[in-house]
């Protein structure tokens, strides 16, 4: 699923009507470890959003959050999709949470 998500792009939508869109493009995208016998985290930036961060503690369970980058100015929904680059046409997309 890591892999899928490296090739990914990370899509967050604020509201159904007037939605934001950031993603991290395949040719700018780098995963960052930092692991250690305590706590393992994988991070990801997203230009002009924060950073999407995969972080899990010994004896914890596995954890997704987005490290904003500013305040978010008001509530809304958001919308995480994993979508094919674009030599892989063919896959659909696929959501893989919402707020």
């Not at 960052?32 to 010994?58: I, M, T």
């Amino acid at each position: 699923m890591l892999r899928n998500l490296l090739i990914g792009l990370i899509v967050l939508m604020s509201t159904p009507a007037l939605g934001h869109t950031y993603a991290a493009r395949v040719d700018e995208a780098v995963w960052h470890l930092d692991p250690s016998p305590l706590k393992c985290r994988l991070w990801q930036a997203v230009p002009n959003y924060g950073d999407a961060v995969f972080e899990v503690a010994a004896g914890e369970s596995l954890r997704f959050y987005m490290d904003l980058y500013r305040p978010v100015s008001k509530a809304g929904q958001a919308k995480m999709v994993i979508e094919a680059p674009e030599w892989r046409d063919g896959l659909t997309p696929r959501s893989i949470g919402t707020t």
